[in-house]
């Protein structure tokens, strides 16, 4: 039976974005081992029936030993589970499953970009100098494939010299629309719902949200603004809690928190963000 690891730096990621990948390579004969660092997700996977590793790494990295040592750990994960294929999630399991996969000559390595995030982003343009010779040995080695969402990222990625042609994919992910689908019923005429649903994040929009309800409010614009979601401490873009107690005592939005019931939450709502 071949035996498939999925590796991310976050059970979230895992729990809530790839489980549909895991129970299809199951579904065709495969043994799906999920690697992660532990947290709140991890019942999820083992419910599904998976079998979880632990993998202790830092979502925003430390000291150089400690960021050394993390590689080393999953090198030994990769020699100890013999594995046909890795597929990597995101930016530091790409960089260090691609350093650990290089160590433990596994056969393949799938390194799949579901975004290109911070450090492709204005902000991150210093950073994004330090890490891209690393990124282009990841992406370049012979047993790798990298893979991107849409059509923009995998273009950025080429141009970087990040992921070869011959090497490189899209990879386009779908939406399941038995579950995430219009309400029949539509919403309050008067009152109109809108909803943003996702990870507080700077880069996402949560101000711009904020400023457009305020300016809803001047205008007497009768609208219920929520956000559903919660900061993201592994990310240098995340709201503080500060912030957000802020606008929630301002009154403008209405913060709903982290929801495992998005389907339903659009379903009642007039406006998605």
């Not at 019923?185 to 996702?198: C, F, H, I, R, T």
């Amino acid at each position: 039976m071949p035996k498939v690891l999925l590796v991310a730096h976050w059970d979230w990621v895992l729990a809530h974005f790839r489980l549909p990948i895991a129970r299809a390579l199951r579904a065709h004969g495969a043994e799906v081992v999920l690697v992660s660092p532990p947290g709140d997700s991890v019942q999820t996977l083992r419910r599904e029936g998976f079998r979880w590793v632990r993998w202790d790494v830092d979502r925003l990295g430390g000291l150089p030993h400690r960021e050394a040592a993390a590689v080393r750990r999953l090198a030994a994960i990769y020699r100890r589970e013999q594995p046909c294929a890795v597929q990597h999630f995101t930016l530091k399991p790409v960089l260090y499953g691609s350093v650990a996969a290089r160590l433990a000559a596994v056969p393949a390595v799938l390194n799949v970009f579901s975004g290109l995030g911070y450090v492709f982003s204005d902000r991150g343009r210093r950073l994004r100098r330090v890490l891209l010779p690393l990124l282009r040995w990841a992406g370049h080695q012979e047993r790798t494939w990298t893979f991107a969402l849409n059509a923009h990222d995998l273009d950025v990625l080429r141009g970087l010299r990040v992921a070869p042609r011959e090497r490189s994919a899209l990879l386009p992910e779908g939406v399941d629309t038995t579950r995430f689908r219009p309400g029949e019923d539509g919403g309050d005429e008067d009152e109109p719902v809108v909803l943003m649903a996702a990870r507080l994040l700077h880069d996402k929009g949560v101000a711009d949200l904020v400023a457009a309800a305020r300016e809803l409010r001047r205008r007497d614009v009768r609208a219920r603004v929520h956000i559903a979601g919660e900061p993201d401490a592994g990310n240098p873009t995340s709201v503080p809690w500060s912030q957000l107690e802020r606008w929630r005592q301002e009154g403008m939005v209405e913060f709903l928190g982290s929801r495992d019931d998005v389907d339903e939450l659009l379903r009642t709502s007039d406006i998605a963000v």
